[in-house]
């Protein structure tokens, strides 16, 4: 297949799965065992750019929290947003030395996509019994924190899920806000994660061998794609719970298992 539908196909492939609860990583890195593996960096680029789109689609509320800081409610949730974030760096970091990461191999993927279905359907389960609150507590901002440590642990896990029900299990049962607030640690997560993986290969000599013509491709699509699932999936878990994405994950990974 020529390289540049490749790249094309990534960033569809990121776009789409970045933000729903199916696993991003899982994807592409079932993907890559067909497409060709590509490099760290092009892979945390053409992430960043689905986090892009939540930047645009988020404006708004990104200007309003900057500008507004002097209001309680906002300085509030920018403090309770840099703990979630510096929970995930820190944690992350520690685990990545300690070398606390499944190998990034189809087997412990399609378990991981396995095992997080059955959690969506726990905490539907779960949290259909509780009120709806959109209150964003300390206890909701440590466990963000924590799931995101927990997907950069497990590649399968999917970062939007952990990080979403982590929210919803702490008590932000509004599956909208859980999102928001999910969405938008995101944003400072993965464009840290960019530029460590640039800075690691500007330290190894490397910056050179990369193939800058196709992370900007997939960059762009990415943010493209991603921007329209964004919208959607924002629009649909107004009316819907996450539960076709367990099933979608439970297929999946059973298909996985029966292929390798």
């Known amino acids: 297949m020529d390289n540049f539908l490749q790249v094309i196909l990534l960033g569809i492939i990121e776009g789409i799965t970045e933000f729903l609860p199916i696993s991003s990583t899982g994807h592409l890195l079932i993907a890559q065992h067909w497409l060709g593996r590509r490099s760290d960096l092009f892979t945390i680029a053409i992430q960043a750019g689905a986090i892009l789109a939540v930047v645009v689609i988020y404006w708004n509320r990104l200007w309003n929290l900057s500008v507004n800081v002097a209001e309680p409610a906002n300085r509030d949730y920018l403090y309770k947003l840099t703990w979630s974030f510096a929970i995930t760096v820190v944690g992350g970091f520690t685990a990545k030395q300690l070398g606390l990461e499944l190998p990034e191999t189809v087997a412990p993927v399609a378990w991981a996509l396995i095992v997080g279905g059955v959690a ?20 909701v901002a440590t466990w963000v924190g924590l799931g995101q440590i927990l997907a950069a642990v497990f590649p399968g896990t999917s970062r939007s899920a952990a990080t979403i029900f982590a929210a919803m299990l702490a008590g932000m049962t509004s599956r909208a806000a859980a999102a928001e607030f999910a969405f938008l640690v995101g944003i400072p997560t993965m464009f840290a994660a960019t530029a ?14 990369e193939n800058y013509g196709d992370l900007t491709v997939g960059f762009v699509v990415s943010a493209v794609v991603a921007f329209i699932a964004v919208k959607w999936l924002l629009h649909y878990i107004q009316t819907h719970r996450f539960t076709a994405f367990a ?14």
């Open 247 to 260: 099933w979608y994950r439970i297929g999946l990974g059973i298909a996985l298992l029966a292929v390798v």
């Open 120 to 139: 969506i359907f726990a905490v539907e389960a779960y949290t259909g019994r509780q009120p709806v609150r959109d209150v964003l507590t300390w206890n």
């Open 196 to 209: 460590y993986e640039a800075l690691k290969m500007y330290e190894a000599g490397t910056m050179a061998d």
